[in-house]
């Protein structure tokens, strides 16, 4: 197991850059994922950390090592791809055994690894059985199992769930983060799903036009977004634009606060606040001083059992969106003129 560390890395295709400049670390043991759009450069990094790909510049260390320049069988990677890459006319034990034969692992000993690594996902008892004969979600279970038996320093994941149906894909998300755990591999994983690196990632990188935009834990890169691109991709999020006055910002037609610091009165900022940190009041609600409020009238409600989404236009016309749970029976109908609150602990300010 080891950590991977990319420095100064840019990758171009026919002189459109798609990887400009880009330092990570990805620390030992940890699940971190590649998160952004398509042709934000997260799969062509993975592939360069990988050997797939050769970087036009830059260099890739894996447990400090340079390995920029080695071949991508030498480095010891474990691969699992989007379309699991499985070779139908072998059983389960042979397509997991495949990576140890290729090392020269044969016989009891390469039984005893496939048995192992088939009980770590959960497929116990399925040696003999053919692609075909399993379920996607097995499948890419299979496919994992034959990425990590030959015990590699680093695990790369390429969208391995985006072909899964939506139940099946939260199913393997537990699994895959159990068997993450459990093996302590240090694991890149490529994806645009938002919620999908939440939940399995200890950190997430966001990239954007071949740049890492914000890195951290989860819940710093949710609840803290420091760029419009990251508040924007990375969940919904309301933004109001204004002008900084004695420590506060004039924005929506009242006066905004936030516990961030902000730049000098005069600038122009942008402040974002996702849409389930406000709650929702009649107009004549007492305003608590302590809040920041707006005045809109509501435009749609759409009910989601559980949840509702409401959304609302303010007096200047800005467009907002609010989240809320569905503890009440009665919910406010569209036209009514609503006082929205929430603290200036949520509200967040961005830069470019």
């Keep these: 197991m080891s950590g991977v560390e990319v420095s100064a890395i840019g990758k171009g295709y026919s002189g459109l850059r798609v990887l400009d400049d880009v330092n990570a670390h990805f620390e030992q043991g940890r699940f971190t994922s590649l998160l952004g759009p398509s042709g934000s450069g997260k799969t062509?990094?993975?592939?360069?950390?990988?050997?797939?790909?050769?970087?036009?510049?830059?260099?890739?260390?894996?447990?400090?090592?340079?390995?920029?320049?080695?071949?991508?069988?030498?480095?010891?990677?474990?691969?699992?791809?989007?379309?699991?890459?499985?070779f139908p006319h072998m059983t389960v034990a042979e397509n997991v055994a495949y990576g140890l034969n290729r090392k020269g692992i044969r016989g009891a000993a390469a039984s005893r690894e496939v048995a192992r690594v088939l009980d770590l996902v959960h497929l116990t008892g399925f040696d003999a059985r053919r692609p075909k004969q399993l379920s996607g979600g097995q499948q890419q279970r299979v496919a994992l199992a034959r990425a990590i038996v030959t015990k590699p320093r680093v695990l790369l994941l390429d969208e391995p769930l985006s072909a899964l149906d939506r139940r099946l894909r939260q199913e393997m998300q537990i699994e895959l983060r159990r068997i993450q755990r459990e093996s302590g591999l240090t694991t890149i994983f490529v994806t645009h799903d938002q919620e999908e690196a939440l939940t399995l990632s200890d950190r997430v990188a966001i990239l954007d036009k071949g740049r890492i935009v914000q890195e951290g834990v989860p819940v710093d890169i949710y609840e803290r977004p420091t760029t419009l691109f990251a508040a924007t991709f990375l969940g919904d999020a309301n933004l109001f634009k204004g002008v900084v006055n004695d420590g506060a910002v004039d924005a929506a037609g009242t006066t905004l606060r936030t516990a961030t610091a902000l730049p000098a009165s005069g600038q122009t900022v942008t402040l974002a606040v996702r849409p389930e940190k406000i709650t929702l009041g009649s107009e004549d609600t007492p305003a608590d001083a302590t809040n920041n409020h707006v005045m809109a009238v509501l435009r749609e409600v759409i009910y989601a059992g559980a949840t509702s989404t409401f959304l609302l236009q303010g007096e200047d016309g800005t467009e907002l969106k609010v989240f809320s749970q569905n503890r009440d029976v009665t919910l406010p109908l569209p036209g009514m003129r609503l006082r929205l609150s929430w603290s200036p602990a949520h509200t967040v300010l961005l830069t470019d």
């Design 44 to 86: 062509t990094l993975l592939r360069i950390i990988g050997g797939f790909v050769a970087p036009d510049s830059g260099r890739v260390r894996i447990g400090g090592v340079d390995v920029t320049g080695e071949a991508l069988w030498r480095r010891n990677i474990g691969m699992v791809f989007q379309s699991y890459a499985l």
